[in-house]
């Protein structure tokens, strides 16, 4: 079985700040992939990062940066210099790949990220 | 032009009436899936269907029922509508049942009143 932990769940921060949003996971794959999704108060589900279980290169977009570590089975998000227009839900999620694997995402439930102006 | 569709985008019903959520993707993908979000937020999938096919069924109450016409669409027919059936429905689809890229349409906010 698959299980993704979120164990914030609401993180309320300044504008500016920096945030880091954690994420642990458990599967017993050794093939699979990651991911992030934002979901703005407009509602939809925004794709932000995907990565496979074989590259623990991290990865920086702009302001934001993810941190996989296959030994501690986290992957975390990082927004730096935070903005109001961050504010959001953010998902981490993870999906089995390979013989078998049927794409069923699992979710974590999620963290509430307030910015404040 | 949209890749997935949802309709109706609002859903305001009262218990025990009938209704229907109908999903389109145009982008040529075998597969589809419904995904509820809760009111706490939480994410879980409910039914796949791989060409027509159903491929997932999570434990989902029988009053639930999918129905793929065509590989494009996948309806969610609701009976008897409960309470707690209020939620937000997520609409997907991936190319094949074996992608790991899903597309989401933009989501239905189902509420039973």
């Known amino acids: 079985a698959q299980k993704v932990t979120q164990a914030q769940t609401e993180i309320s921060v300044v504008e500016k700040e920096d945030v880091t949003l954690d994420c642990v996971y458990e599967?017993?794959?050794?093939?699979?992939?990651l991911f992030w999704y934002k979901q703005p108060p407009s509602g939809e589900l925004v794709f932000l990062i995907r990565r496979n279980s074989f590259d623990e290169q991290n990865e920086i977009s702009g302001r934001y940066s993810w941190n996989f570590q296959k030994s501690t089975s986290s992957f975390n998000f990082t927004i730096t210099a935070s903005q109001v227009v961050d504010s959001a839900v953010y998902f981490c999620a993870l999906i089995r790949w390979g013989a078998g694997a049927n794409s069923k995402l699992t979710f974590g439930k999620g963290i509430t990220l307030s910015v404040r102006p | 032009d949209t890749a997935v569709s949802q309709t109706p985008k609002y859903l305001v019903t009262q218990m025990g009436n009938d209704k229907s959520i109908k999903c389109e993707q145009n982008?040529?993908?075998?597969?589809m899936y419904w995904y509820k979000q809760d009111s706490k937020k939480f994410l879980k999938i409910m039914f796949s269907?791989?060409?027509?096919?159903?491929?997932i069924n999570e434990t989902v109450p029988n009053r639930f029922s999918p129905k793929s016409p065509d590989k494009a669409h996948l309806n969610l027919h609701i009976n008897s509508l409960e309470l707690g059936d209020s939620a937000v429905y997520f609409c997907?689809?991936?190319?094949?049942?074996?992608?790991?890229?899903?597309?989401f349409g933009p989501g239905t906010r189902l509420t039973v009143t």
């Open positions: 269907y791989n060409n027509k096919e159903l491929i």
């Open positions: 982008l040529g993908h075998d597969t």
């Open positions: 599967t017993r794959d050794t093939t699979y992939y």
């Open positions: 997907a689809s991936s190319q094949s049942a074996a992608s790991i890229e899903q597309y």
